[in-house]
T-cell receptor, first 111, second 114 residues
Framework: RKEVEQDPGPFNVPEGATVAFNCTYS??????FFWYRQDCRKEPKLLMS???SGNEDGRFTAQLNRASQYISLLIRDSKLSDSATYLC????????????FGTGTKLQVIP | DTEVTQTPKHLVMGMTNKKSLKCEQH?????MYWYKQKAKKPPELMFV???????INESVPSRFSPECPNSSLLNLHLHALQPEDSALYLC?????????????FGPGTRLLVL
């Protein structure tokens, strides 16, 4: 089982739709979680950190479920500019810090 | 300023060449990272420097040699690479390595080994 898994997609959704991605992680010692977006041939850019209580930033909502070891990202009212690959990132802190990227989920928002 | 810069943007090298990739940040971050990203794959962590000391080497072959001359600079020295090492090499930095620190990525160096 991969340490961090995502459905690769692609998710093809119409403008205005709501879309949700999940990301599962296998290491129960994981402590920090992030969502990044990566446009084609560009570097990953932070979309949002994921906090235990869940957090929202405009049209984006992130949730963490420690019991089931997954994080989610919800995008409401999708825009064409949301088309990208969404990477979940899991960090294990402590004596040995390990940062692991998920395989990414590709989103294509269609006019 | 949340910028991480990398040079060169593109690099083509032969298998016998020696080259270096450079990364710079002026955010006062004390952790810097090298990642390798192949097409349609996620970034894979190669090295982590914390307070200018190498803290993680993810079993990277010795033909890749990192160097951290000071807290703002990170180099990756390349020697005797193989064609399969062709990839996008991303540098990142963060405030530290524990907790919820965000990693900021540079634009990457696209490397082609012939």
């Amino acid at each position: 089982r991969k340490e961090v898994e995502q459905d690769p997609g692609p998710f093809n959704v119409p403008e205005g739709a709501t879309v949700a991605f999940n990301c599962t992680y296998s290491n129960s010692a994981s402590q920090s979680f992030f969502w990044y977006r990566q446009d084609c041939r560009k570097e990953p850019k932070l979309l949002m950190s994921v906090y235990s209580s869940g957090n929202e930033d405009g049209r984006f909502t992130a949730q963490l479920n420690r019991a089931s070891q997954y994080i989610s990202l919800l995008i409401r009212d999708s825009k064409l500019s949301d088309s990208a690959t969404y990477l979940c990132v899991v960090k294990t802190s402590g004596g040995y810090q390990k940062v692991t990227f998920g395989t990414g989920t590709k989103l294509q928002v269609i006019p | 300023d949340t910028e991480v810069t990398q040079t060169p943007k593109h690099l083509v090298m032969g298998m016998t060449n020696k080259k270096s990739l450079k990364c710079e940040q002026h955010m006062g971050h004390r952790a810097m990272y090298w990642y390798k990203q192949k097409a349609k794959k996620p970034p894979e962590l190669m090295f982590v420097y914390s307070y200018e000391k190498l803290s993680i080497n993810e079993s990277v072959p010795s033909r890749f040699s990192p160097e951290c001359p000071n807290s703002s600079l990170l180099n990756l020295h390349l020697h005797a690479l193989q064609p399969e090492d062709s990839a996008l090499y991303l540098c990142a930095s963060s405030q530290g390595t524990s907790g919820q620190e965000t990693q900021y990525f540079g634009p990457g160096t696209r490397l082609l080994v012939l």
